[in-house]
């Protein structure tokens, strides 16, 4: 499979287009003022404790409180106030944890007030980011992560991936890291860890409890709300994430973006470094990889496939609804068959749709109806396998025997929301137009306004072919007599993306003259 990674840069946000063998599958927006990122690390504050729902609300400075549930302590949350206390105190004097004693862990059934207290500072991280009414969620369980490994202070554990499937080398890299590993640090190995040297695991730990250290330095008398350490960016982080020995291409039309990435590989994976290369054409990048198009057609309400069949994806605050379409186009030899194809072919894009629009939540999937069993169950494993490539936690269950396919898949970002609508250009949203024999006299009528505020040199007029070929229709014509009429010659080109009653006109510099 090839990937390639789209990065267009604008003054105020980044946007990324990940393509997979040419296909959309995922899009990010950053905006470049976004101060809520998921990972980031702050000093926070007690606002308030609400016994009803196990819970506090915490000030990190967002205009929303960020809510912080029991269950999102972390069993370590007496050894994470300890090392704060410490060194807000200036008790702690290092960031290493070698000499400092863990407290015991709090109990899982506890309740929050009997562990934290009002105006409490506090060591959070983001969880999930500011979505619709809602502030940030928190969690007191610290990570710091790499490509290889994830760094867990005050959790003294190893854990390997669990899709590192060979024991062999599940043990090695398990023994590598408990010989590298620093005392009172947790480490999770990644799946991109398999077959890596231990001198690769080695310099990325150092670089987290370098890291780790920024946090250690910020906190020294900071006052609460503070950021003490900001995630990636978001495109160096889906790089960290998902970059591997598959990924073929990144295209960024940014100068200081394309030193970045090259930097930022140069030290994960100096070996991809050329596959980094700068958009420098006039046309738009998104235009000229086609993702503009691909991002017209995927989104909205309705999704339609190669076949003909289409899916329709609703969504209300509890879950998300998708109902799948057989179209007209469908068999009507093995009806059986045919139905399965078009489930088939519907799992894939709707596995497509679910990670290029971000959503998350409970979905529910009402599929052709089908009669037979090995049929739901390839349907199962299908979706199964093509949900596979998402790296956002997810559950799928079975066909339910009403049809129903459901699935929870991890939210921690607003869903992708892009608005494919336009306003038609030849009623301007009113649903009704100037009555099309009047069309050249419309022209005539701007034409006019336009040679008595003084324009000058080469004037072009673009129109609808239809409209185009009646101007230039005969002798003598429209565009002659305009020419004796005005004494200038009026260029007039065809183009077939205007509507019939559309028009403009653009001087020599082919810029817009605008009427208002």
Known sequence: MEKELIINSTPTEVEIALLEDGKLVELHHQKTNNNFSVGDIFLGKIIKTMPGLNAAFVDIGHKKEAFLHYTDLGPKLRSLLKYTNSVLSGSQTTFSLDNFKLEPEIIKTGKMDQVVTRRQPLLVQILKEP??????????????????????????????????????????????????KPKNFGV??????????VQDLHEELAMMLGKWEDVFNQLKGAKPPAKLLSELDKTSSI??????????????????????????LGNIAPEKVDIVTLHNKNKPIFETYAVTRQIKS??????????????????????????????????????????????????EEIARQMRLRDIGGLITIDFIDMRNNEHKKELFQVMREAMRKDRA??????????????????????????????????????????????????????????????SKGKMTLKTH????????????????????????????????????????????TDDEIRLN
């Open 393 to 454: 936690q997810h559950t799928i269950l079975p066909l339910s025997k009403f049809g129903l396919m459901q699935i929870t898949r991890q939210r921690v970002r607003p869903e992708v929301k892009i608005n494919t609508a336009e306003v038609c250009p030849a009623c301007n949203g009113t649903g009704k137009v100037t009555p099309t024999v009047l069309v050249t006299d419309d022209i005539e009528r701007d034409l006019k306004f336009i040679l008595q505020s003084g």
């Open 465 to 508: 072919p239809f409209v185009a070929a009646y101007l230039k229709k005969g002798l003598p014509n429209l565009q002659m007599k305009w020419y004796f009429r005005y004494y200038k010659w009026i260029h007039i080109k065809p183009d077939h993306s205007y509507q019939v009653s559309e028009y403009k006109f653009f001087n020599d």
């Open 131 to 180: 979505i619709s009414t809602k502030g940030p969620r928190l969690s007191c369980e610290l990570t710091i992560p790499g490509r290889f490994l994830v760094l867990t202070p005050f959790a003294d554990i190893i854990a390997v991936s669990k899709k590192i499937a060979n024991a062999e080398e599940r043990k090695r890299l398990k023994t590598l890291i408990e010989s590298i």
């Open 298 to 347: 995927s989104f909205g309400k309705t999704a339609t496939m190669n076949s003909g069949a289409y899916i329709i994806i609703e969504s209300t605050e509890a879950m998300h609804v998708i109902d799948v379409n057989s179209g007209h186009k469908m068999s009507n030899q093995n009806q059986e068959d045919a139905v399965l194809h078009v489930n088939v072919e519907a799992a």
């Open 188 to 197: 999770i190995v990644r799946t991109a860890a398999e077959g890596k040297r």
């Open 239 to 264: 790089l960290r994430d998902i970059l591997s020995d598959s990924f073929n291409r990144i295209v960024v039309n940014d100068k200081q973006l394309y030193q970045n990435i090259r930097h930022f």
